[in-house]
Every structure is written in structure tokens, then in C-alpha cells.
């Protein structure tokens, strides 16, 4: 059973950083495609970013690719978004993803989904 667990989730303020850590369990983590959404208040949920299953390719939403960095550790089955100055309107419920198919990098569609960790950015 395939399990993702987010973490680092909080309150900052703006500007500051934080960096979220999403963990898999219960397969193997390389032969996956991994993502990270978010979900504000009285929005849809966005795509925020992705990662190929070796980390050779990533894709970002446009307006968030010079601040926020995906990355993962395949030897830890753990995924990363690191979040640098962050805004009050990047405040969201943050979900990780996993997809073990060759889907477009951009897709909005993945088999697994995390809970969700909230961030937080006060002004």
C-alpha cells in the first residue's frame, strides 16, 4: 500500500522559507514521479511542481519557478519543495503526489496522494 506523509508545513512570515519533505512508503520510490500541489482557500487546487522519477527533469507553474525549488532523494523515498520568500498568497494546504506512469510532466493526474501539510504566510 503505497502511503505519502508531508511534513514541514507552518507559519512564517513573508519572506522567509520553508522547506516541505514528503515521504513514500510501501513501494519503491525511484519508480515514481513525484509532485506537489496546493489548495488555497476558495481555490481550485494548482499544480506547483514535479520531478522525474531520477530527477533529471523538472517542471514548475511559471509564476513560482524562481522561488520555489522541487527536488528528491531516492535514497531517503523522500521528495522536497523548497520555498524561498515566500508571500501571503502562497498560503495553501500543501499535497504531495506520486505517479508511477510516463504521464506529462505537468499532469494534474497522479495515483497517490498525500494529506496535506498547511503553510501558513503572514504579512
Known amino acids: 500500500q503505497v502511503q505519502l506523509v508531508e511534513s514541514g508545513g507552518g507559519l512564517v512570515q513573508a519572506g522567509g522559507s520553508l522547506r516541505l519533505s514528503c515521504a513514500l512508503s510501501?513501494?519503491?520510490?525511484?519508480?515514481?514521479?513525484m509532485g506537489w500541489f496546493r489548495q488555497a482557500p476558495g481555490k481550485e487546487r494548482e499544480f506547483v511542481a514535479a520531478v522525474t522519477r531520477s530527477g533529471g527533469s523538472t517542471s514548475y507553474t511559471d509564476s513560482l519557478k524562481d522561488r520555489f525549488t522541487i527536488s528528491r532523494d531516492n535514497a531517503k523515498n523522500t521528495v522536497y519543495l523548497q520555498m524561498n520568500s515566500l508571500k501571503p498568497e502562497d498560503t495553501a494546504v500543501y499535497y504531495c503526489a506520486a505517479d508511477p506512469f510516463f504521464r506529462n510532466i505537468a499532469t494534474m493526474r497522479y495515483e497517490y496522494w498525500g494529506q496535506g501539510t498547511q503553510v501558513t504566510v503572514s504579512s
Open positions: 510501501g513501494s519503491t520510490f525511484s519508480s515514481y514521479r
